[in-house]
């Protein structure tokens, strides 16, 4: 088969299935700004940001303990928070929109536990 065709996306493999706990109900968040100001660029923040996001700092778990709840490796869970951090601090400081959105590799838990 002809590289780059058959199997996706491209290189690499498949993104392995996250385990969100919580599918947050509020998905989008936004500045009281005065209507007068240009308005900037919203952030965009996965699920599987937003749920290491509520592990580790909500829920107080560790990165690892974070990682066996998700499925994921200790490491995915750092580069996952270590984002969302960011993104949320970026939104605190420029005064822009937060939406958070699904990436299509994420699984509720509740769907694992009825199996």
Excluded at 82 to 107: D, F, H, T, W, Y
Aim: proline share 8%; hydrophobic share 35%.
């Amino acid at each position: 088969m002809p590289r780059g065709m058959g199997w996706g996306r491209g290189r690499g493999r498949r993104r392995k299935m996250r385990v969100i706990g919580f599918i947050p109900q509020v998905r989008h968040f936004y500045p009281a700004l005065p209507s007068l100001s240009q308005p900037k660029p919203p952030i965009f923040m996965t699920y599987e940001e937003f749920e290491a996001l509520r592990l580790v700092d909500y829920e107080g778990l560790t990165q690892e303990g974070a990682g066996v709840r998700m499925g994921v490796s200790r490491g995915t869970v750092w580069r996952a928070l270590s984002s969302a951090r960011k993104k949320v601090a970026q939104m605190i400081v420029e005064g822009r929109e937060l939406i958070i959105l699904p990436q299509g590799n994420e699984v509720p838990e509740d769907i694992l536990e009825e199996e």
